[in-house]
T-cell receptor, first 115, second 112 residues
Framework: ETGVTQTPRHLVMGMTNKKSLKCEQH?????MYWYKQSAKKPLELMFV???????ENNSVPSRFSPECPNSSHLFLHLHTLQPEDSALYLC??????????????FGPGTRLTVL | DAKTTQPTSMDCAEGRAANLPCNHS???????VYWYRQIHSQGPQYIIH???NNETNEMASLIITEDRKSSTLILPHATLRDTAVYYC?????????????FGRGTSLIVHP
């Protein structure tokens, strides 16, 4: 247990569905992240929220919509996805400061399959 | 792009030390080196990090060269459960946050 939980753990959806992934951290951190990991590829950073404000958006298609209502919760809203969006979606959190060592802690991930 | 270079794969006999190298020749003076590992289809797990000095914790040891251009992660007594992909990461400042960039890592296989 890393203190970061993700639900659901597995999700199968059609291309016309709308679904949401949820991440919750119990570590008191101020930064949260969404990563995508496709088969046999490195982790790709999607979004970064620092103090609830989005500070990074790595050219992610608009069919992925993040939401960070408070520093403990992070959502990824999904709509009209494509089969190539099937991947492991990972959430992480960290306590960001000015430089220094800010370790990320990852959740177990949501395995998404788009049919 | 990842700022580190690691071998694609390594193997190690159970009970032996596993030494995983990483090159980070462009590291700047205030950047930490982090190591994570990912067991198949699970979230990455933090192992250890360091700046200049060698570090040790209950999982591993981290040896950083004096010029800081490379480091080695040491698992002193590898077990079958240490089979995983190991990532060496140097974070870079982007938009006010230190962003880690994961490369392909080293796939370590521990065999009986």
């Amino acid at each position: 247990e890393t203190g970061v939980t993700q639900t659901p753990r597995h999700l199968v959806m059609g291309m016309t569905n709308k679904k949401s992934l949820k991440c919750e951290q119990h570590l008191g951190h101020n930064a949260m992240y969404w990563y995508k990991q496709s088969a046999k590829k490195p982790l790709e950073l999607m979004f970064v929220y620092n103090f609830k404000e989005q500070t990074e958006n790595n050219s992610v298609p608009s069919r992925f919509s993040p939401e960070c209502p408070n520093s403990s919760h992070l959502f990824l809203h999904l709509h009209t996805l494509q089969p190539e969006d099937s991947a492991l979606y990972l959430c992480a959190s960290s306590q960001e400061g000015r430089g220094g060592a800010d370790t990320q802690y990852f959740g177990p991930g949501t395995r998404l399959t788009v049919l | 792009d990842a700022k580190t270079t690691q071998p694609t794969s390594m193997d190690c006999a159970e009970g032996r030390a596993a030494n995983l190298p990483c090159n980070h020749s462009t590291i700047s003076g205030n950047e930490y080196v982090y190591w994570y590992r990912q067991i198949h289809s699970q979230g990455p797990q933090y192992i250890i990090h360091g700046l200049k000095n060698n570090e040790t914790n209950e999982m591993a040891s981290l040896i950083i060269t004096e010029d800081r251009k490379s480091s080695t992660l040491i698992l002193p007594h590898a077990t079958l459960r240490d089979t995983a992909v190991y990532y060496c990461i140097v974070r870079s400042l982007s938009g006010g946050s230190y962003i880690p960039t994961f490369g392909r890592g080293t796939s370590l296989i521990v065999h009986p």
